[in-house]
């Protein structure tokens, strides 16, 4: 990954009179053996695609077979390129490569993960670089990526490839069915001039794909319907979000909200802070920052259970359970291939997005992260305020978030036996390491202020509860916390 970054910054640009930025690529070619060829954009020829060089110019007659490539930037879809010229990833399937590392999605609307899908839709087992790098591309980027999203934002053109049938218009639909107060939301959020009404916001909405347009009607798209249709569930039942509060003392409280996705998240939270008393952080002082941090944590656990979730499983819909500890929120629908379950855990998922419509609009509503998950926020966040770090698992059809409302709470879940069996000291050791990740006995000994054979013992049972992993040996030990 990172020779492939080496090699992109080696890229030559050619002069375009569109005034189009031409993106930087690397592609590296690893080899069975351990032999790599690498190739950059325009290397022998101006215009020419890093993986066009790579495959056709120097691997023309070699068998790829058993090779895997890595590329900084999502291979070009089939139709993106003029006739009768293949786009990368047709090419890199007929090479008959089984692996593909790619750094990030290419936003162009011919491109926009369509690149990824084909791969994968012929057998092709593909990976993303890790985030770090991704940053490293995005930025060395910029230019190209931001008219690339300004292209996606202005074009309507026919997608070759469709990521999803909520895309396309729905049956027994109108423009009446969406909720005008939800629009006029956007608007102002999103900074568009023009009336909500009016010829150029709607054009607006079918250029995103919410809307479509045919024989001077306007009907709106499964997802201009899941965001901003006045009772989505009707035409959409696995829409909106179910919410149960479980109180202490026995009994729950439900409430369903079904109407536009974008209003959800603010809904929701409206509610909650009229049921819930404020969270307990490590002390005193800390509870008013712990209880905004725990509502931003929140919000972004349902934000990214609404708009990454997979839509095309109906009979699950997101939701949320509140216990006297934690909020549990469930989304349909496991990590997004090529994301693995354990970056989700490990909050080091890389960018990419299952519903790119969605998550455009909540972006742009300051609602969600554009380039993420908002996983480096969650992380942070929970750290500063002294809550443990969430958790994420899979537990089938349901990826599920836990975001801790007190600092005891990462242990309590973990059963009620283990919690009793903890000492106070190691109470307040756990209250420490709750919101830490990986740590070190001479951490853990100066957080604490006890002596190495204390800390020791204490981490030792830490572990043996299922609560640390300790990994290496020597002075290179170090204890992961469990988070689920």
């Given amino acids: 990954m990172e020779r492939a970054i080496d090699v992109m910054n080696a890229s030559k640009g050619e002069r375009r009179k569109d005034g189009k930025a031409n993106p930087l690529v690397g592609a590296v070619l690893w080899k069975p053996g351990g032999k790599i060829d690498t190739a950059c954009r325009g290397e022998l020829r101006d215009g020419d695609h890093a993986e066009f060089t790579l495959l056709e110019r120097k ?92 292209r996606k934002r202005d074009t309507a053109k026919e997608k070759p490839i469709v990521l999803s049938a909520f895309e396309d218009s729905l049956d027994a639909t109108e423009i009446g069915d969406l909720d005008p107060r939800a629009l006029a939301d956007y608007r102002r959020d999103a900074g568009i001039r023009a009336a909500v009404a009016s010829a150029e916001f709607h054009r607006r909405l079918v250029q995103l794909g919410l809307l479509h347009a045919a024989k001077g009607k306007l009907t709106p798209t499964g997802f201009g319907l899941i965001l901003f249709g006045k009772e989505p569930r009707i035409r959409v039942p696995q829409a909106g979000l179910l919410a149960t509060i479980h109180h202490a003392g026995g009994g729950e409280e439900t409430r369903d909200f079904d109407g536009p996705a974008v209003g959800v998240p603010s809904q929701v939270l409206d509610w909650l802070r009229a049921k819930l008393p404020n969270p307990i952080a490590r002390n005193q002082a800390r509870r008013g ?145 709750a919101s830490r990740e990986v740590i070190r006995m001479r951490d853990y000994m100066r957080a604490i202020n006890v002596p190495s054979r204390t800390a020791k013992n204490h981490l030792r049972k830490l572990t043996a509860l299922g609560l640390l992993r300790k990994v290496g040996s020597g002075r290179a030990t170090r204890y992961e916390v469990v988070r689920s």
């Avoid at 879809?77 to 006739?83: V, Y």
């Avoid at 990833?89 to 008959?96: C, F, N, Q, Y």
């Avoid at 590392?101 to 990976?127: A, C, M």
Wanted: aromatic share 6%; charged share 25%.
């Fill in 289 to 433: 920052e712990a209880n905004a941090t725990l509502f931003e944590l929140l919000r972004e656990g349902i934000v990214n259970a609404l708009v990454h979730r997979d839509y095309d499983i109906t009979g699950a819909k997101c939701q949320l359970e509140v216990h006297h500890d934690k909020f549990v929120i469930r989304s349909p629908g496991g990590p997004l291939p090529p994301i693995t379950i354990e970056q989700m855990e490990r909050f080091e998922a890389p960018m990419l997005s299952r519903n790119p419509v969605l998550h455009y609009v909540f972006a742009k509503m300051q609602l969600a992260e554009e380039r993420g998950l908002g996983l480096k926020s969650m992380r942070s966040k929970a750290a500063a305020a002294g809550l443990p770090l969430p958790s994420y698992a899979y537990r089938a059809p349901y990826m599920v978030l836990t975001v801790f409302r007190e600092a005891m709470a990462a242990a309590s879940s973990s059963g009620k036996s283990v919690t009793d069996r903890l000492n106070e000291a190691e109470r307040l050791g756990w209250n420490w390491l």
């Fill in 59 to 150: 691997n023309r007659e070699a068998s790829l077979d058993d090779c895997v490539l890595f590329c900084t930037l999502e291979p070009c879809a089939p139709g993106a390129r003029k006739s009768p010229k293949l786009g990368c990833a047709e090419r890199i399937v007929l090479a008959r490569i089984k692996e593909v590392w790619v750094g990030v999605t290419d936003p162009d609307p011919t491109v926009d993960r369509k690149g990824i899908k084909h791969l994968e839709d012929h057998g092709i087992h593909v990976q993303m670089f890790d985030r770090d790098l991704q940053e490293l591309i995005r930025v060395a980027n910029k230019d190209f990526i931001e008219q690339a999203e300004q």
